[in-house]
Nanobody, 114 residues
Framework: QLQASGGGLVQPGGSLKLSCAAS????????MGWYRQAPGKQRELVAA???????TYASSAKGRFTISRDNAKNTMYLQMNSLKPEDTAVYYC??????????WGQGTEVTVSS
């Protein structure tokens, strides 16, 4: 199970750090990532990393967001800087097992507004 947290209301230009805590070791996952879904839009990938540590970012996130993990805490993070109103969305963490099953966290809402 995945538990996402850290969302909230922030002004444009501000920062937030999202956390995704796994109930067990994150070593079992091939890929972990963050997705977001804005009202009326499809869920989209924001950032992800694979077992080998390679990361990928959406073009909208490059240079502003950083995905990371703490293996000892079984937790994944998304540091979001220079936030824009268009970053407003519900953010979901995900994890893909070696068998291809995808797990989702419950989502944490991020609102960027003045």
């Amino acid at each position: 199970q995945l538990q996402a947290s850290g969302g909230g209301l922030v002004q444009p230009g501000g920062s937030l750090k999202l956390s995704c805590a796994a109930s067990g070791s994150i070593f079992v996952f091939n890929v972990m990532g963050w997705y977001r879904q804005a009202p009326g839009k499809q869920r989209e990938l924001v950032a992800a990393f694979n077992r080998g540590g390679s990361t990928t970012y959406a073009s909208s996130a490059k240079g502003r967001f950083t995905i990371s993990r703490d293996n000892a805490k079984n937790t994944m993070y998304l540091q979001m800087n220079s936030l824009k109103p268009e970053d407003t969305a519900v953010y979901y963490c995900s994890a893909d097992s070696i068998t291809g099953q995808r797990y989702w966290g419950q989502g944490t809402e991020v609102t960027v507004s003045s």
